[in-house]
């Protein structure tokens, strides 16, 4: 079966300071990858996908960064963090078009 | 481009009573449906979706929404609710052309919360 990891859970960082979430999945293939970030009290804002090794649509400009190095593992990364960055980031696969499966998350907030 | 709105951001209701969550979307092609349940620090799950055929559709813990395409709606109902249910609810869409990204665009989420 297809299992998503992510983390870390909790991420507590001072401003300035570089940012590394990695995700991670398990049995599948070439799977779709998507970072979405979640703030308090808001919906998912999308913030990066990826349909293959090395490919990387940005949805909206910002501090972040994404990488896929390998065919399972996808990367979000800043080289210094702001305050507005801190939020629940979310970490998705999805074959085709039929729905997401979702990282457990993780909490990050920037101090 | 697609959008979703879901147009309660909170619906409180008491143990066993009905509830419905409501779902509207905007696109220009045909879309996929979904419902994704949010429990507090957790991410979110997937409780049902509308991908073809009947436009019905149900989950394992007694939810089910309909795809109405006139209106373009996707509400979300259950006749009984639990205390379990409270949680954060996501409609999303995505479109079925063949550039096939997979993309699902989130509408702002519906917290329903079961009183006791």
């Known amino acids: 079966s297809q299992t998503i990891h992510q983390w870390p859970a909790t991420l507590v960082q001072p401003v300035g300071s570089p940012l590394s979430l990695e995700c991670t999945v398990e049995?599948?293939?070439?799977?779709?990858l998507y970072w979405y970030r979640q703030a308090a009290g808001r919906g998912l804002q999308l913030l990066f996908y990826?349909?293959?090794?090395?490919?990387i649509s940005s949805e909206v400009p910002q501090n972040l960064s994404a990488s896929r190095p390998q065919d399972r593992q996808f990367i979000l990364s800043s080289k210094k963090l702001l305050l507005s960055d801190s939020g629940f980031y979310l970490c998705?696969?999805?074959?085709?078009?039929?729905?997401?499966?979702f990282g457990s998350g993780t909490r990050l907030t920037v101090v | 481009a697609q959008s979703v709105t879901q147009l309660d951001s909170q619906v409180p209701v008491f143990e066993e009573a009905p509830v419905e969550l409501r779902c509207n979307y905007s696109?220009?092609?045909?879309?996929?449906l979904f419902w994704y349940v949010q429990y507090p620090n957790q991410g979110l799950q997937l409780l049902l979706k509308?991908?073809?055929?009947?436009?019905l559709v149900e989950s394992i813990n007694g939810f089910e929404a309909e795809f109405n395409k006139s209106q373009t709606s996707f509400h979300l109902r259950k006749p009984s609710v639990h205390i379990s249910d409270t949680a954060e609810y996501f409609c999303?869409?995505?479109?079925?052309?063949?550039?096939?990204?997979?993309?699902?665009?989130f509408g702002q989420g519906t917290t329903l919360q079961v009183k006791p």
């Open positions: 998705a696969w999805a074959e085709a078009n039929y729905g997401y499966t």
């Open positions: 049995g599948t293939s070439n799977p779709n």
């Open positions: 990826s349909v293959g090794i090395g490919q």
């Open positions: 696109s220009s092609v045909s879309v996929y």
């Open positions: 509308y991908l073809s055929g009947s436009t």
């Open positions: 999303a869409v995505s479109d079925r052309s063949s550039s096939n990204t997979g993309k699902l665009i």
